[in-house]
């Protein structure tokens, strides 16, 4: 800690345990204790490192355990924007995602899913419901629609693998995608899902993706964690 940086102590407490959690220095489970024990063990006063804590917290880091003290959760995912899926992104990301599969089914495609996919509203569809979580904790709620005789989504390959690599595995090449990013408030089914309190901050994106012929195959309207999960942005200037 550099006490003469006009940086308050806390923040640099809580920036120091925020790397050494991102660079795996501190592993998911970790106990750091109590505040007391945390302050004598820094030298710092126990309101600075409850400041340092709470910030943490709150930024879905660490968690208070009643009788076990303040414990370390996984990092935040943090996802490029790019044609991927979350699947693999966690996957590369050592994550160990899982997926349990709510709904599979053909439904009557409504007119936004038929806009989406350039099929006729009302005509079938295929539609999925997944659970995606990551070391066992719920990350994401996926919602897809796929045009019906594209692909037979099994259900045992959904919760066994992600869903672009099974369109990929049934010769479909995926070229790009149309994609909108948001957020808003956990309903209580979202959020029961999601172990989160209702009215917690979602992030929201719904995307489109084509084929290398032009052709929609697939339309997502996913929720996010916002405590455990980001997307990245690189801008560049325009020349």
Same mark, same amino acid.
């Given at each position: =800690?550099?006490?003469?940086?006009?940086?308050?102590?806390?923040?640099?407490?809580?920036?120091?345990?925020?790397?050494?959690?991102? @660079?795996?220095?501190?592993?998911?489970?970790?106990?750091?204790?109590? #505040?007391?024990?945390?302050?004598?063990?820094? /030298?710092?006063?126990?309101?600075?490192?409850?400041?340092?804590?709470?910030? +943490?917290?709150?930024?879905?880091?660490?968690?208070?355990?009643? /009788?076990?003290?303040?414990?370390?959760?996984?990092?935040?995912?943090?996802?490029?924007?790019?044609?991927?899926?979350?699947?693999?992104?966690? @996957?590369?990301?050592?994550?160990? *995602?899982?997926?349990?599969?709510?709904?599979?089914?053909?439904?009557?495609?409504?007119?936004?899913?038929?806009?989406?996919?350039?099929?006729?509203?009302?005509?079938?569809?295929?539609?999925?419901?997944?659970?995606?979580?990551?070391?066992?904790?719920?990350?994401?709620?996926?919602?897809?629609?796929?045009?019906? /005789?594209?692909?037979?989504?099994?259900? /045992?390959? +959904? #919760?066994?693998?992600?869903?672009?690599?099974?369109?990929?595995?049934?010769?479909?090449?995926?070229?790009?995608?149309?994609?909108?990013?948001?957020?808003?408030?956990?309903?209580?089914?979202?959020?029961?899902?999601?172990?989160? *309190?209702?009215?917690?901050?979602?992030?929201?994106?719904?995307?489109?993706?084509?084929? @290398?012929?032009?052709?929609?195959?697939?339309?997502?309207?996913?929720? $996010?964690?916002?405590?455990? $999960?980001?997307?990245?942005?690189?801008? =560049?200037?325009?020349?």
């Amino acid at each position: =800690m550099d006490r003469t940086s006009p940086v308050p102590l806390y923040f640099q407490l809580a920036r120091q345990l925020e790397s050494a959690v991102e @660079d795996g220095t501190l592993a998911p489970g970790t106990l750091l204790g109590n #505040e007391i024990d945390l302050a004598t063990r820094l /030298g710092l006063s126990r309101p600075t490192v409850r400041q340092a804590i709470r910030t +943490l917290v709150d930024k879905g880091l660490l968690v208070r355990r009643r /009788g076990v003290g303040t414990q370390v959760l996984h990092s935040r995912v943090r996802r490029p924007l790019e044609l991927s899926s979350l699947y693999d992104d966690l @996957d590369a990301a050592g994550q160990r *995602p899982a997926t349990r599969v709510l709904v599979n089914r053909l439904e009557p495609a409504t007119g936004p899913v038929a806009a989406a996919l350039g099929v006729p509203e009302g005509g079938e569809v295929h539609y999925l419901e997944r659970l995606r979580t990551a070391h066992g904790e719920p990350m994401a709620y996926l919602r897809n629609h796929l045009p019906a /005789g594209l692909l037979a989504p099994d259900t /045992g390959l +959904l #919760e066994a693998t992600g869903l672009y690599r099974m369109l990929r595995s049934a010769a479909l090449t995926l070229h790009s995608a149309r994609q909108s990013i948001g957020a808003r408030a956990a309903t209580a089914a979202e959020a029961a899902l999601l172990d989160e *309190p209702e009215g917690a901050p979602l992030l929201t994106m719904e995307r489109t993706t084509l084929d @290398d012929t032009g052709r929609a195959v697939e339309y997502g309207s996913h929720l $996010y964690r916002a405590a455990r $999960y980001a997307f990245e942005f690189q801008l =560049m200037v325009r020349p």
